[in-house]
């Protein structure tokens, strides 16, 4: 076991098994796996923040985007956010306003420090229609290449070999996670890398991140015929069928990159007979480029419930239609449940 501490904002517990608690806020970060925490009180709620497409933000309301990353920082310890997952899609018009990326990395940089946080890639976060072909995303790599940002600080886990891919591990409410990222349309090298990372941590309960992942009708069917698909690749039900399903450890996926949609769920079943949940968000094609909404995923471990509500910091209001505002059960894989609450997790 690797013991590591981060520069965070608050008052650091460093354990002997290689955890690292942030008094003041209910979490671990992981250094290279550890058994979360098992009584009672360990166990209470707590929440992962889904940033959808901010590509209208940066290319022209960055106000809104650092709304969004001020309100996390500030509300991180009464909302008990533990991670923030932002889904891609960073920029609008690619390697071509250096400007958008500032704004981006400086936005996101507002919760250095303060709360873990990944990127997935989204299609406008290649260099041109051809890169996202041809997996070239220079500008994304030169701000957001994980080995640069995150290396060094504690529950960053690794990157593939071209970047593109990452995980970060953490514990919370007793559980132990892993946050997975792939690029868009991962082609058979990213989903073989992400299969050897979560056999290297078999107890951890798996979100995945991932852009492009579902249309209007659930998961993409089949290969798309945009350009910025690449001929490499697999588009979401490839995704499904290849990956997810295959992995009793995944259990929820979160995309964006269907504006037109702006919010979907659907509840599909793996292999070993558990449901995995998949969400889609994303508000760009709202007023101002989405108006700064955001996803609150709170885990309830002891209520065995995932409660998804819809916030925008900017109007400072909730989106409570039944699309928006919703319960679903909390239901982990049997090996990574946490040990004396595993009767109570398993559903």
């Known amino acids: 076991m690797i013991a590591v501490?981060?520069?965070?904002?608050?008052?650091?517990?460093?354990?002997?098994s290689g955890c690292v608690r942030l008094t003041g806020t209910t979490i671990l970060?992981?250094?290279?796996?550890?058994?979360?925490?098992?009584?009672?009180?360990?166990?209470?709620p707590f929440t992962i923040v889904m940033l959808p497409d901010?590509?209208?933000?940066?290319?022209?309301?960055?106000?809104?985007?650092?709304?969004q990353t001020d309100w996390i920082r500030k509300n991180r310890d009464k909302?008990?956010?533990?991670?923030?997952?932002?889904?891609g899609d960073l920029v609008q018009n690619r390697s071509k306003k250096p400007s958008e990326w500032k704004t981006a990395d400086e936005?996101?940089?507002?919760?250095?420090?303060?709360?873990?946080?990944?990127?997935?890639?989204?299609?406008?976060?290649?260099?041109?229609?051809?890169?996202?072909?041809?997996?070239?995303?220079?500008?994304?790599?030169?701000?957001?290449?994980?080995?640069?940002r995150f290396k060094g600080r504690p529950g960053y886990g690794g990157a593939s070999p071209n970047g593109l891919n990452s995980y970060h591990l953490l514990s919370a409410g007793g559980i132990d996670l892993i946050m997975l990222f792939l690029e868009v349309e991962a082609p058979d090298d990213a989903l073989a890398w992400a299969s050897s990372v979560l056999e290297k941590y078999p107890t951890c309960a798996a979100i995945v991140s991932i852009h492009t992942y579902m249309k209007h009708s659930g998961r993409d069917g089949g290969r798309e015929t945009k350009r910025e698909y690449r001929k490499d690749g697999n588009?979401?039900?490839?995704?499904w069928q290849k990956?997810?399903?295959?992995?009793?450890?995944?259990?929820?996926?979160?995309?964006g990159h269907v504006g037109g949609l702006c919010e979907y769920r659907q509840t599909s079943r793996n292999d070993a007979g558990a449901d995995v949940l998949e969400m889609l968000a994303d508000y760009q094609k709202r007023e101002n480029g989405g108006d700064g909404w955001l996803r609150l995923i709170r885990f309830v471990p002891l209520n065995?419930?995932?409660?998804?509500?819809?916030?925008?910091?900017a109007l400072n209001k909730f989106e409570t239609d039944e699309d928006s505002q919703f319960v679903v059960p909390l239901v982990l894989p049997d090996q990574c449940l946490p040990k004396p609450a595993a009767v109570a997790l398993a559903g």
Do not use: W
Not at 128 to 139: F, P, Q, Y
Not at 304 to 313: D, F, H
């Open 235 to 239: 588009a979401g039900e490839d995704i």
């Open 54 to 67: 901010t590509q209208r933000y940066s290319e022209s309301r960055p106000d809104l985007f650092f709304v």
């Open 304 to 313: 065995r419930e995932i409660q998804v509500r819809t916030y925008s910091p």
């Open 5 to 16: 501490a981060a520069r965070l904002r608050c008052p650091v517990q460093l354990f002997s």
């Open 107 to 148: 936005a996101m940089a507002v919760l250095d420090g303060v709360v873990p946080y990944g990127v997935a890639i989204g299609n406008h976060d290649y260099d041109s229609d051809d890169g996202v072909k041809k997996g070239v995303a220079t500008m994304y790599l030169q701000y957001f290449n994980p080995e640069q």
């Open 79 to 87: 909302e008990n956010i533990v991670f923030v997952t932002h889904v």
């Open 29 to 44: 970060l992981i250094a290279a796996s550890c058994a979360g925490p098992s009584s009672v009180a360990d166990r209470g």
């Open 243 to 255: 990956f997810i399903r295959r992995q009793p450890q995944v259990f929820m996926v979160l995309c």
